[in-house]
């Protein structure tokens, strides 16, 4: 009696971790059929430890531009993108894929140096073309926001860099640089902006709210080998209460981020994007 139980036990042990091993083998599987569609698509894969973005405390003057070399000893984190399926019209199938992003703050200020493959250049807004752009949502509380364009109590402030204000702000410079060199330039109309970048308010869709003063987010971009290189920088302290982001050293909050590609007749809520991620920004500390 006391010898059937002692034979079968190794036995009812080991049918047991082969059961017990079958879902761990399936999942596995899943896994690695799943990374192998990311990859097909040309999508990176994204660990749970990467998806904190830092902005990396640096003392001196901050890259203005995207050509400055402190952009390099910055490290990359690369986001996946998504097409907007939320509301109407569904944008599914964008062409951007993945965007990098970068981040530096010396205590006055922070910088971000976005980065996407777009094999066109779309700067210019005539009938029937649309403009290439990239935007930077931040939510205006402590909570976040819905991630595309915020909701009622619950508002995102967003940075949203064209294109098309990109050009016109270097062609004027052209422009003028031109006219300090030969003494005579060519007439052309070219809009003024203090900026490439539009200071938004959203509270949900269809309520975008272009802010009263514009300036404060600052751009500067350029387009190489078919891959735009966008910064956007803005002060620290913030100089309105409720309708600009708070950015405080130290403290951990969230990011989103929007890619439209003018080629791809994008515009509007037709766009790629990455929803909220973390965003530590160094503290203060004596380098």
């Known amino acids: 009696m006391w010898l ?47 998806m904190m973005i830092r902005a990396r405390l640096v003392e001196g003057e901050l890259p203005a531009g995207p050509e400055d070399a402190a952009w390099a000893k910055v490290a990359p984190m690369t986001l996946p993108l998504s097409g907007q399926v939320i509301t109407r019209p569904v944008w599914p ?75 016109d702000i270097d062609r004027r410079a052209a422009k003028t640089s031109e006219k300090a060199k030969d003494g005579v330039r060519t007439f052309e109309v070219i809009p003024r902006r203090v900026s490439s970048v539009e200071d938004l308010i959203g509270g949900g869709f269809s309520t975008l709210t272009t802010k009263e003063k514009q300036g404060r987010v600052q751009g500067k971009a ?13 002060p620290l302290v913030s100089e309105e209460q409720e309708n600009e982001a708070k950015l405080i050293p130290g403290r951990v909050q969230t990011v989103s981020f929007a890619v439209w590609n003018g080629e791809n007749k994008e515009r509007n809520g037709q766009k790629a994007v990455a929803p909220w ?10 380098l």
């Open 4 to 50: 059937a139980p002692v034979t079968r036990g190794p036995c009812m042990v080991r049918t047991t971790t082969k059961m017990a091993s079958r879902p761990l083998l399936l999942l596995f599987l899943f896994i690695l059929v799943t990374a192998g569609l990311f990859v097909g698509f040309d999508v990176p894969l994204v660990s749970s430890e990467g």
């Open 277 to 286: 991620f973390q965003l530590v920004i160094d503290p203060i500390v004596k």
């Open 222 to 234: 350029t387009w190489k080998d078919g891959v735009w290189h966008v910064v956007m920088r803005r």
């Open 93 to 167: 199938e964008p062409t951007a894929r993945a965007l990098t992003v970068r981040s530096l703050h010396n205590g006055t200020e922070i910088a971000f140096l976005l980065e996407w493959q777009d094999n066109t250049k779309n700067d210019r807004l005539t009938p029937g073309t649309f403009r290439d752009g990239v935007a930077i949502g931040l939510p205006l509380g402590d909570a976040p926001a819905f991630f595309c364009m915020g909701q009622l109590d619950h508002y995102i402030n967003i940075w949203h860099w064209k294109a098309d204000w990109q050009s």
